[in-house]
């Protein structure tokens, strides 16, 4: 116990509580994302017009936010510290959005988000094969029953939407895959250039990536999305993107990546009430079953990184 105390007396401003909050509060806006790119998608926006737009409107934030952070910093980054933070963020913020958005043209929201709420899965098989430790058979029950869940969900799509549920799944699985390298190749640039500016640059690059792909594919005629549309990616740019991702890394710098990805399971539940008030989609046996089992695979999972930290 007394290791576990120590960690808990080591998280600054606010404590383990206030650590929760901000974690909590970045999985809500995260999971309101796939709603919002639903809704944009509606009213007629292409995949990368809504990638330009998310990008776009973040960009100016994340440049003034990275000045500032920069300036109040006496002793500044090194140039290989700023080109991994960028990298990280190309391939955290790049390359898992790009996928997860035309994941999105495929499968639901309620599936999108289930399928990415199973990353810590993601991180604790790549961390185990890494170090080379073997799983316990606790550890892997519940990635059993966290993955039957997603299952039961995706054969029930699959019957519904054939071959583009499959591919549509696909795309997110890959989504999930880099955002899971993501959390694992944050934690050392955030340690050493602090949450926000690491977020900055890593955002900004991502952005400048997005940017020059929207307008290379599409010409800057072709991003011209409607007033309804541009709405919607606002909610997306500023809720989903920009306060979601400085309040995740500041949750990964108080709580650790592994904490952090534990109190997203919550999300799928979120998405799942507001795909079903704002988009019209089902919520039957099927969704309620897949989404408890995966739940529950990461409740298991939540205690046992307790149990072996206490």
């Known amino acids: 116990m007394s290791g576990l105390r120590a960690r808990l007396q080591a998280i600054p401003t606010g404590g383990y509580a206030a650590a929760f909050c901000i974690a909590l509060c970045a999985t809500t806006f995260y999971s309101m994302k796939p709603v919002f790119i639903k809704l944009a998608f509606a009213n007629g926006a292409s995949v990368n017009a809504v990638m330009a737009w998310r990008m776009a409107l ?10 500032k952070a920069w300036q109040r910093r006496t002793e500044k980054p090194s ?28 499968v639901s929201a309620q599936l999108e988000r289930l399928i990415l709420f199973c990353y810590p899965a993601l991180v604790i098989l790549a961390t185990a094969f890494i170090r080379r430790q ?24 699959l019957q519904l939407g054939g071959a583009d ?26 340690a050493a250039m602090g949450s926000l500016l690491f977020t900055a640059i890593a955002m900004s690059a991502a952005c400048f990536a997005v940017l020059a792909q929207a307008v290379a594919v599409e010409g800057l005629a072709g991003l011209a999305i409607t007033p309804a549309a541009l709405a919607w ?3 997306v740019a500023l809720i989903s993107t920009v306060l979601a991702s400085f ?9 650790g990546a592994a904490r952090s990805s534990v109190v ?4 799928p539940l979120l998405t799942s009430v507001a795909a079903v008030v704002l988009l019209g989609e089902p919520f039957g046996p099927y969704h309620a079953a897949g ?13 046992k990184k307790q149990q072996k930290k206490a």
């Not at 290989?80 to 495929?106: N, T």
């Not at 989404?291 to 205690?303: C, E, F, K, N």
């Open 79 to 106: 140039a290989r510290q700023v080109a991994q933070a960028a990298f990280v963020g190309i391939l955290g913020y790049y390359g898992a959005s790009y996928l997860d958005v035309l994941g999105l043209q495929y």
């Open 134 to 157: 073997p799983i316990s058979a606790q550890t892997s029950g519940a990635l059993g029953l966290a993955y039957a869940g997603l299952g039961l969900l995706f054969g029930h799509d």
């Open 58 to 67: 973040s960009l100016p934030v994340f440049l003034a936010v990275g000045v």
């Open 165 to 190: 549920t499959l591919l549509g799944t696909a795309l997110v699985f890959g989504s999930a895959v880099a955002y899971a390298g993501y959390l694992m190749l944050s934690g050392g640039p955030i």
């Open 233 to 235: 990616m606002a909610a």
């Open 291 to 303: 989404l408890a089992l995966a739940t529950a695979g990461m409740v298991v999972l939540s205690r």
């Open 264 to 267: 997203g399971s919550t999300g």
């Open 247 to 255: 309040l995740q890394s500041e949750a990964i710098a108080r709580l």
